[in-house]
């Protein structure tokens, strides 16, 4: 059988677009973005993550779009982002000053502040909540009354810390003298947005390039390197979700104080800080265990995909030959949704000339072997 070459014109173009739009609303609902906005919070804050743009109705937007694909919907927001100015840089931000929502340590019981669960599905048993099928706006309204009826304050008010102030459990450790200081590093970072990676690169761009990796290309090449694809078995030392507020420097002012700077908002982000242990040699060859610090934020509340940066941000620190998850080309490249499905997906584009050229060698070689068989039976 011959392939041949098939053409395609704009009429069966504009046909595929319509019948595109047909297989979204075929059943007749219109899906309203307030409700993607309220109703998937987990899939807006991923979409907002990979886009690198934190605006949820925008999210929401380019999800009711993509027909709820995140690849396509950080594709399209990604897109709209391109043609946006950046008008204004924000003064740096300080993680000590989130208002905590929910902050955890797996490696001590009794950080100082507590420990704050906040919203999570870690304690729930993962079983289809049939009661949802018939869950109704008057419904949910009459549970939010019940529930801000409730008295959440007092039973825990002696014990709770300031949630705008935690202090920091790695801080902790710092002061125990358990782990090394972390010197401030001023350098103006990197910004993958408006300059092409080049290697070796900054820690600044690699940080940017891991919170807008694909949350499942992060995730599985963190996995791979607890799983023995690496030479790293960390603990979650902190991880908070919260509120972090934005200050703008006056416009009109050269060198910026913080007391004239603007408040124009906040943002949610998660951020984890992975203590990772490594056997260092001292003196007459003792051995000793010393933690290093692997470092994760993005978007919106993620904690898999916060923890698996962490990882793969210490793995990129100490480069090792021996494995892939350490090479920094390997990872950063593997990881960006927008590169990765844009290239698998020009698969299906024309190829035709190029096929059609290996298929003429293949042929040749076919017959080359023919007529040489024929000539050793003559």
């Known amino acids: 059988m011959g392939y041949v070459a098939v053409k395609g014109g704009t009429k069966a173009i504009e046909e595929s677009i319509k019948r595109l739009k047909y297989e979204r609303v075929k059943k007749g609902t219109?899906?309203?973005?307030?409700?993607?906005?309220?109703?998937?919070?987990?899939?807006?804050?991923?979409?907002?993550?990979?886009?690198?743009?934190?605006?949820?109705?925008?999210?929401?937007?380019?999800?009711?779009?993509?027909?709820?694909?995140?690849?396509?919907?950080?594709?399209?927001?990604?897109?709209?982002?391109?043609?946006?100015?950046?008008?204004?840089?924000?003064?740096?931000?300080?993680?000590?000053?989130?208002?905590?929502?929910?902050?955890?340590?797996?490696?001590?019981?009794?950080?100082?502040?507590?420990?704050?669960?906040?919203?999570t599905t870690d304690y729930t048993h993962r079983l289809l909540d049939s009661e949802l099928e018939n869950e109704s706006d008057i419904s949910i309204q009459d549970w939010l009354r019940a529930f801000q009826e409730e008295d959440h304050s007092t039973e825990y008010q002696n014990d709770m810390a300031d949630l705008n102030?935690?202090?920091?459990?790695?801080?902790?450790?710092?002061?125990e003298g358990l782990l090394a200081s972390c010197e401030n590093n001023d350098l103006q970072p990197g910004d993958v947005t408006r300059k092409s990676l080049e290697f070796p690169s900054m820690r600044s761009e690699r940080l940017q390039i891991l919170t807008r990796g694909q949350t499942g290309a992060v995730t599985s090449l963190a996995y791979a390197v607890i799983r023995g694809y690496g030479a790293l078995h960390p603990t979650v030392g902190e991880l908070r979700v919260g509120q972090l507020p934005i200050h703008l420097d006056h416009p009109l002012l050269d060198e910026g104080q913080e007391e004239d700077s603007y408040y124009?908002?906040?943002?949610?982000?998660?951020?984890?800080?992975?203590?990772?242990?490594?056997t260092v040699e001292k003196e007459q060859g003792k051995k000793e265990i010393e933690f290093e610090v692997g470092y994760g934020m993005c978007m919106g509340q993620n904690e898999t995909k916060?923890?698996?940066?962490?990882?793969?941000?210490?793995?990129?620190?100490?480069?090792n030959k021996e494995f892939p998850s350490h090479n920094e080309e390997f990872v950063l490249y593997h990881i960006d949704s927008v590169e990765?499905?844009?290239?698998?997906?020009?698969?299906?584009m024309p190829h035709y000339v190029t096929f059609q050229s290996k298929l003429d060698s293949i042929r040749k070689s076919k017959d080359k072997t023919t007529e040489q068989e024929v000539g050793l039976h003559e």
């Open 264 to 278: 124009i908002g906040d943002f949610t982000a998660t951020e984890v800080e992975m203590l990772i242990p490594l």
């Open 306 to 319: 916060a923890i698996a940066m962490g990882i793969l941000d210490n793995c990129l620190e100490k480069p």
């Open 340 to 348: 990765s499905t844009g290239f698998i997906s020009h698969l299906k």
């Open 30 to 119: 219109a899906i309203e973005l307030h409700k993607i906005e309220a109703g998937m919070r987990g899939l807006i804050d991923q979409v907002m993550s990979e886009s690198s743009l934190y605006d949820q109705s925008l999210a929401a937007l380019a999800i009711k779009q993509a027909e709820g694909n995140p690849e396509e919907a950080v594709f399209l927001l990604r897109a709209y982002r391109s043609t946006l100015p950046r008008k204004h840089v924000s003064r740096v931000i300080s993680s000590e000053n989130m208002k905590v929502e929910r902050r955890i340590s797996a490696s001590f019981k009794d950080v100082p502040g507590g420990q704050i669960l906040g919203a």
């Open 165 to 175: 102030s935690l202090p920091k459990v790695l801080d902790y450790l710092r002061s």
